[in-house]
């Protein structure tokens, strides 16, 4: 079975842009959850999707945002991005909610903004 | 605020000794998670502790959870060089629906 996987693996961009990131999550897997990882801060929690729908989100600013589809694939947008956004940002999926299963990671995105 | 912390952050050993990360969270968990980070990689599953005082074994790998549901620990006896990475534990609170990871242990283990 194929595992989980992000789109693009690495991203450069300018402080203000926006940023769409991809996540595929492995087959069968209807839940999909995003962490940021730095390495000042660790993992945190930005938001976990099961069906299509937001089924709990982190402390994080509105300018982040996310949505999943109908497929389970899913995506997470940055809006006016700031220097301090530079992180890895991985995805997780799991069979379903995740405060019942194991979560299954992929090798994320590393966003640099400059 | 929710905060699982995980001591001590650095841990050094020679190949052979044995190790161990502590998690710590202020509040009561319902369940605890345990991943391992390689460097340059991504966190890969370990375990899942549910029960109080559940004690689960794989292999080398110890994973306790306490009895009143707010510590976990990893011991891993006679480390080998394949252990190396961080170790993290991911706790889901009784009122949450998220897990707050800890700060992870980051173990070298010198052959």
């Known amino acids: 079975k194929a595992g989980v996987t992000q789109t693009p693996r690495y991203l450069i961009k300018t402080r203000g842009q926006q940023v769409t990131l991809s996540c595929s999550p492995i087959s069968g897997h209807r839940s999909v959850s995003w962490y940021q990882q730095t390495p000042g801060q660790g993992l945190q929690f930005l938001f976990e999707?099961?069906?299509?729908?937001?089924?709990n989100k982190g402390n994080f600013p509105g300018r982040f945002s996310g949505r999943q589809f109908s497929n389970s694939r899913s995506e997470m947008n940055v809006s006016t991005l700031e220097l301090g956004d530079s992180a890895l940002y991985l995805c997780a999926s799991s069979l379903g909610w995740t405060d019942s299963y194991e979560q299954y990671f992929g090798p994320g995105t590393r966003l640099t903004v400059t | 605020g929710q905060q699982v912390m995980q001591i001590p952050q650095y841990q050094h050993v020679q190949e052979g000794e044995d190790f161990t990360t502590y998690c710590n969270s202020s509040?009561?968990?319902?369940?605890i998670q345990w991943y391992k980070q390689r460097p340059g990689g991504h966190p890969v599953f370990l375990i899942q502790?549910?029960?109080?005082?559940e004690v689960k074994k794989q292999k080398r790998l110890t994973f306790q959870f306490g009895e009143a549901k707010k510590n976990s620990s990893l011991h891993i006896t006679a480390t080998q060089t394949t252990d190396v990475g961080t170790y993290f534990c991911?706790?889901?609170?009784?009122?949450?629906?998220?897990?707050?990871f800890g700060t992870g242990t980051s173990l070298t283990v010198i052959p």
């Open positions: 502790l549910v029960k109080s005082g």
């Open positions: 999707y099961f069906s299509e729908t937001q089924r």
């Open positions: 991911a706790g889901l609170t009784n009122f949450g629906n998220q897990f707050y």
């Open positions: 509040t009561t968990l319902s369940n």
